[in-house]
């Protein structure tokens, strides 16, 4: 393991009674930044008990190399305070308290993470402030053909620089969300049946291949709990706005994710992402989230609860196929949808687009 980083300037903490003496002005080491900050995430359980914790996700989060991260996770552990298990990583909470593993994405917890350390910080801070914001924006226009992002306005509304955007941007583009068109411009969309039906004939291709793989490191009361979420969704328990498709990512979190081919676990993530953000223009146009995902997907659990591993990898392709079938049939009812007014100012029609 590597030695720990140079120094970073000192952050604003929270004022708090610390009793100081003479170290008390040193400046906090790169490892001890994420401790702290990590820290302070776990006592007040804004990382749940039985989050997976993954150095690369966390040295994005902190914009940092991997080194001072595996020191500071090294020192949780120690402190009890996270612990290691048969996946990948670290989960939260104490050894035999914790829940079972919960693999999300870090960035999107409501962290508490230092106001100040370094330009590099500053500028993660700051494009995550927006990044929600714009990938919304985006989002909503994909179903009505191309446009064009203009970088100096989307600089402007949120009071950022050019260098921010840019990350923003380039962020959204490994997302497949935008992507620069032959004359360099930033432009997202158009989101069409021929582009969803070619996210899903991926997904028949990758997903069976992760959910074989993975099932060596399924947890059995995992999957029970997974089961019975699923089946009182279906039997008929309140389940709120957004909360099927949240159920449908669970299923692709904890198993089929759980492959321990990291290339083939990256194509799959990268690709679902483009399919949810299809699913989330359907949403946000007021079309109907389909409970018959759910029932499908109860019984590839219990398919993998009782072993017959072939009959769960078939089903999944199946599963996806009729999910391809559903998304296009409301893309046809998209199609005769009028273009929203309300779009953002910095996005144009591709073909009448100009700086």
Known sequence: MQGPAD??????????????????????????????ALRRNLVEDR??????????????????SRAPVQRALAQLESEGLIHRFDGRGFLAGQRGSAPPPRRIDIAALD????KEAGQGFRNRQTWRRIYATVEADITRCLVFGQYRIVETELAELFDV?????????????????VDKNASSHWVAGPLT??????QFELRKILEPHGLVSAVPYLDHAGLAVLRDTLRAAEEGAP????????????FVNDIVLATPNLSLRDLIRRNLHTVL??????????LPEDPASIAEQRMMVELLMHGAVDAAASMLSTHIEASK???????KIVAVIPQPISLAPYLRPADAASE
């Open 193 to 198: 049946a021929r582009s969803i039906k070619d």
């Open 161 to 177: 620089s050019r260098t921010i955007v840019r990350d923003v941007l380039g962020r959204l583009q490994e997302r497949r969300l």
């Open 7 to 36: 120094p970073i300037q000192p952050l604003e903490r929270d004022p708090s009674p610390v009793a100081e003496d003479a170290s008390s002005t040193a400046l906090p080491r790169r490892y001890e930044v994420v401790t702290d």
């Open 325 to 331: 079938l559903r998304t296009i049939a409301q893309m």
């Open 111 to 114: 962290l508490v993470l230092p």
């Open 47 to 64: 990382i749940p008990g039985g989050t997976v914790l993954l150095e690369g996700p966390l040295a994005d989060l902190f914009g940092l």
């Open 277 to 286: 953000i299809s699913q989330a223009v359907l949403r946000q146009l007021g």
């Open 239 to 250: 389940v709120a706005k957004g909360r099927l498709t949240e159920l449908s990512n669970l």
